[in-house]
T-cell receptor, first 114, second 110 residues
């Protein structure tokens, strides 16, 4: 069975400061990893994904994440946040190969302070 | 444009009154899912479907039914809704390595 842990339920950060949202996963097989963003009163939008290849993945809106297999982590980073980044962020994992179940973390609310 | 549509977007109903939330995708995907989102719990899978006439339970299937008679449609049925099913529901359609989500249906059961 696979699982995802997002330890930080809320992360306040000042505008233009860097941010890291943590995600750790558990799986006995190879995985695909995702970060989704949910703006207030909206659906989920894919930020970035890791399927294979380079462990540093770049996504939309200046976000990037690094897949670390030894630490089973997929932390999301942005060097300088904007007010518009205020949203909830979800990490998700699925076993690679075929159409496997996607498991989501409980989410991290990023609050950007002016 | 690739998209997943859900209807209705908002629904207030009473306990025990059967309802259906529709979901449709235009990407010819075989795999579709229903999730519910509750504060502090993230998204939990209710049911999924690998193809037409192939469905299976997710993590929280109690009180829900689904059907997959056509590839593009995957309706969620609540035969006898209860207040603990008040939630935000998302339908998703999965292609290779990525899920596409519908806009969500906010359901309130009183």
């Amino acid at each position: 069975a696979q699982s995802v842990t997002q330890l930080d339920s809320q992360v306040p950060v000042f505008e233009e400061a860097p941010v890291e949202l943590r995600c750790n996963y558990s799986s006995s097989v190879s995985v695909y990893l995702f970060w989704y963003v949910q703006y207030p009163n909206q659906g989920l939008q894919l930020l970035l994904k890791y399927l294979s290849g380079s462990t540093l993945v770049k996504g939309i809106n200046g976000f990037e994440a690094e897949f670390n297999k030894s630490q089973t982590s997929f932390h999301l980073r942005k060097p300088s946040v904007h007010i518009s980044d205020t949203a909830e962020y979800f990490c998700a994992v699925t076993n690679s190969g075929g159409y496997q179940k996607v498991t989501f973390g409980t989410g991290t609310k990023l609050q950007v302070i002016p | 444009e690739a998209q997943v549509t859900q209807n209705p977007r908002y629904l207030i109903t009473v306990t025990g009154k059967k309802l259906t939330v529709t979901c449709s995708q235009n990407m010819n995907h075989e795999y579709m899912s229903w999730y519910r989102q509750d504060p502090g719990l993230g998204l939990r899978q209710i049911y999924y479907s690998m193809n037409v006439e192939v469905t299976d339970k997710g993590d929280v299937p109690e009180g829900y039914k689904v059907s997959r008679k056509e590839k593009r449609n995957f309706p969620l049925i609540l035969e006898s809704p209860s207040p603990n099913q008040t939630s935000l529901y998302f339908c998703a359609s999965r292609g290779y390595g990525e899920q596409y989500f519908g806009p969500g249906t906010r359901l309130t059961v009183t």
